[in-house]
T-cell receptor
Framework: DAKTTQPPSMDCAEGRAANLPCNHS???????VYWYRQIHSQGPQYIIH???NNETNEMASLIITEDRKSSTLILPHATLRDTAVYYC??????????????FGQGTTLQVKP | DAGVIQSPRHEVTEMGQEVTLRCKPI?????LFWYRQTMMRGLELLIY????????DSGMPEDRFSAKMPNASFSTLKIQPSEPRDSAVYFC???????????FGQGTRLTVV
């Protein structure tokens, strides 16, 4: 599985958009980009994933560059409850196979009032 | 579904004792993952199963660690003998084949004194 690079920490003002970057320059054609987050002491929680198109769900948006070498997770209106460690993971996912989730160090997002 | 269920939530044991952690995956999921989390090493994948068969145990730190999945609804992670450096939070997660979202349990916090 390809490796990812994320900044160790970021701050964001409550109510503003949080933009979390991730580099995955060695991503291969069958690897998806996944985002998980871990709120203190809890198990990681799935946020969103994508292959090459931008994706949006009720939690966040995922913007993937055209060359797929980097992506950005966007929390449109961050709240204090979004304070967590955010993990960007690349992983194979296709019918008949499920790649393992390998977590890096992630980005600690601190949302401030 | 109640989600992935782990037991116990907390375990304190003395060095040298055997420790058994338990996990019940979500019904219908055929992949099960065991992770260990420490401040120093982050989230490490220890082993994962597909259809009750271990697929990759390269993350198991040493022979003191063993994992089994006797049926689709139950898995154990055993440490014998335990050592203080095994103190960590152990997470179990499950997903379906081709599934995009892995669901994590609440973890077992193990303290070896």
């Amino acid at each position: 599985d390809a490796k990812t690079t994320q900044p160790p920490s970021m701050d964001c003002a409550e109510g503003r958009a949080a933009n979390l970057p991730c580099n995955h320059s060695t991503i291969s054609g069958n690897e998806y980009v996944y985002w998980y987050r871990q709120i203190h002491s809890q198990g990681p929680q799935y946020i969103i994933h994508g292959l090459k198109n931008n994706e949006t769900n009720e939690m966040a948006s995922l913007i993937i560059t055209e060359d797929r070498k980097s992506s950005t997770l966007i929390l449109p209106h961050a709240t204090l409850r979004d304070t967590a460690v955010y993990y960007c993971i690349v992983r194979v996912t296709y019918s008949g196979n499920t790649g393992k989730l390998i977590f890096g160090q992630g980005t600690t997002l601190q949302v401030k009032p | 579904d109640a989600g992935v269920i782990q037991s116990p939530r907390h375990e304190v044991t003395e060095m040298g004792q055997e420790v058994t952690l338990r996990c019940k995956p979500i019904s219908g999921h055929d992949y099960l993952f065991w992770y260990r989390q420490t401040m120093m090493r982050g989230l490490e994948l220890l082993i994962y199963f597909n259809n009750n068969v271990p697929i990759d145990d390269s993350g198991m730190p040493e022979d003191r660690f063993s994992a089994k999945m006797p049926n689709a609804s139950f898995s154990t992670l055993k440490i014998q003998p335990s050592e203080p450096r095994d103190s960590a939070v152990y997470f179990c997660a499950s997903t379906g084949t081709g599934g995009t979202e892995a669901f994590f349990g609440q973890g077992t916090r193990l303290t070896v004194v």
